[in-house]
Nanobody, 116 residues
């Protein structure tokens, strides 16, 4: 079973950038499609984007398309979320998710706050 730990969150000004990392252990993440989700205060968790097992395809929500990029390094068991042109509405807890055969595994999240 894979374990996931997110890092890289923090406070950033509007228009700034952050890079989130998701470190996996316990299994080879090459076995999993990987996703980033986020949950803003008082809102439901939403999918930010996904990346296929070997990184050949990605997909993003309309709200982040063109600003966020997901990548992965299966050799290092790492997944990344590069976030550019951040907006206050991007403020949320960001979660890494691994999915395989209908099973979902979650990290505990990292908080991103976009504010001046």
């Amino acid at each position: 079973q894979v374990q996931l730990v997110e890092s890289g969150g923090g406070l950033v000004q509007p228009g700034g950038s952050l890079r989130l990392s998701c470190a996996a252990s316990g299994d080879d993440i090459g076995n999993y499609a990987m996703h980033w989700y986020r949950q803003a205060p008082g809102k439901e968790r939403e999918l930010v984007g996904r990346i296929s097992r070997f990184g050949s395809s990605t997909d993003y929500s309309d709200s982040v398309k063109g600003r966020f990029t997901i990548s992965r390094d299966n050799g290092e068991n790492m997944v990344y979320l590069q976030m550019n042109s951040l907006k206050p509405e991007d403020t949320a807890m960001y979660y890494c998710n691994a999915e395989r055969w209908g099973q979902k595994y979650w990290g505990k999240g990292t908080l991103v706050t976009v504010s001046s």
